[in-house]
């Protein structure tokens, strides 16, 4: 999850705005005064004046609008000319995070630097313990030489008054694979043949200039002025982000102008039947191990950093994937749309014929916002198919998937199993050694790229804690039901 911050606000506005603009049959006429409206004369700027300000809320304008920043041709060319593209159907091109350069030159360009509290002391530990003599005494205070430091900290844990600071840059501290770098005019660029789009980065950028390429003008717009008929998958991190109850939730997408709905969980009944046919085969046949295959960030992280990963990960497609394509059978003049908390669900998507668009979490709540739809005021009454199992709902949170595998097996012979909970330096050093391992291992892995599983997604707009009670309250209204149907 973002935390809540003033770029968080700017983004969410952003939305909003260009949302209510195309519901009036505006956004062509006036997306070009957004900047001027929300960055005007008359308020003290932010950066260094207005007109930066409003080059970066254009550039952000872009990003949602589909964009890539580095697809500007032409510096006059106005938002006009993109949204025109935008609702039409702009092409992606598999990249879904955008680095919105106006908004990005501000991070410091070293990591370590002394502070005023240097005593200038005697023992000058930190200049005899720097193994690159990086470090001069300068006027009784130490200062450091960033031409020879190499950033190895040794100065900062030798100092005894704490005089020497660590100062990260937020984006690439965050990634867990070193996909994102300062180029040459210290402006940050996303290596894509690394990347995992785990959305990390984005997450971490404090001037909110890391912008995942949005799809939802051009599927609102179809929506509203070309009545497509739409499909929805919700997933079930959804259900734990708003405060209402999981049917409102349902009912308010209905609301929201999608013609049919259908949750995630359905795609997760399959995905844990062949999961866990799967698994057992594996064993039979002498695999010491299996992981799961539904976080499209950890495949990624396999695929690209740990090849030798790839054979362990089971092929069963995710509760996605499956319920794409009970929606295309069952819906075949309709388009589909997955709603979902995840930026690496974008990639996964634009490889499945099945699905037509992706909008995440922060996008739906803005549609909401936008259109002033109550979910909390819906009725809390919707048609849930009754084979939809509880253990479904809760592969939203951390240790879900695990439990509704453990469901399905023999009760006398439990599973021997481990969660990975976030893909982090600490959980990579273990993921790589997976494949070379002799001695006795869990049978089965669960891999989640978030730390508490999709319902901290990069791009939901709840706390974790909130989730984790809402998605029990969504897997508890199944169970109740389950029961309610048996008696």
Known sequence: MTYYNNAVITKRELLVRLLQLLNNDALLDQIDRIPLEMRPRTNSPIRCCVHKDRAVIKYKIMALLGFNIADEVDELSPLRSYAEQAIKGYTQNGNFLTVVDEACSSCVQVNYTVSNLCQGCEGRPCQVNCPKDAIMVINGKATIDHQKCVNCGICQKACPFHAIAYLPVPCEESCPVKAIRKNSDGIEEINFESCIHCGKCMMACPFGAISEKSQILNLFYNITYKNEKIVAMVAPA???????????????IKAAGFDEVMEVAEGANLTT??????????????????????????????????????????????????????????????????????????????????????????????????????????????????????????????????????????????????????????????????????????????????????????????????????????????????VAVAE
Do not use: W
């Open 238 to 252: 959804i259900l734990s982000q708003f405060k209402a109850d999981a049917a409102q939730i349902l009912n308010g």
């Open 273 to 482: 039947q062949h999961e866990t046919h799967e698994l057992l085969e594996r064993l039979k046949d002498g695999a010491p191990f299996m992981t799961t295959s539904c976080c499209p960030s950890y495949v990624q992280f396999a695929e690209k950093h740990v090849p030798a990963l790839q054979p362990y990960i089971s092929h069963t497609p995710s509760p996605m994937a499956y319920t794409a394509a009970m929606a295309r059978e069952r819906f075949p003049k309709h388009k589909v749309v997955f709603i979902g908390p995840c930026l690496a669900k974008r990639t996964e998507a634009y490889k499945n014929p099945n699905i037509d668009y992706v909008i995440t979490t922060e996008e739906l709540g803005a549609l909401f916002t936008a259109l002033k739809i109550d979910v909390s005021g819906m009725t809390n009454e919707a048609a849930i198919p009754a084979d939809l199992k509880p253990e479904s709902r809760a592969y939203a949170a951390a240790g879900g998937v695990t439990r509704a595998i453990q469901s399905q097996l023999d009760a006398k012979a439990p599973m021997q199993s481990m969660l990975i909970n976030g893909i982090d330096k600490k959980n990579i050093r273990l993921l790589k050694s997976l494949p070379g391992k002799k001695t006795e291992t869990p049978a089965f892995y669960e891999v989640m790229a978030c730390e508490g599983g999709c319902i901290n997604g990069p791009v939901n707009i709840a706390p974790l804690r909130i989730s984790e009670k809402k998605i029990r309250e969504a897997v508890m209204e199944l169970e109740s039901q389950t």
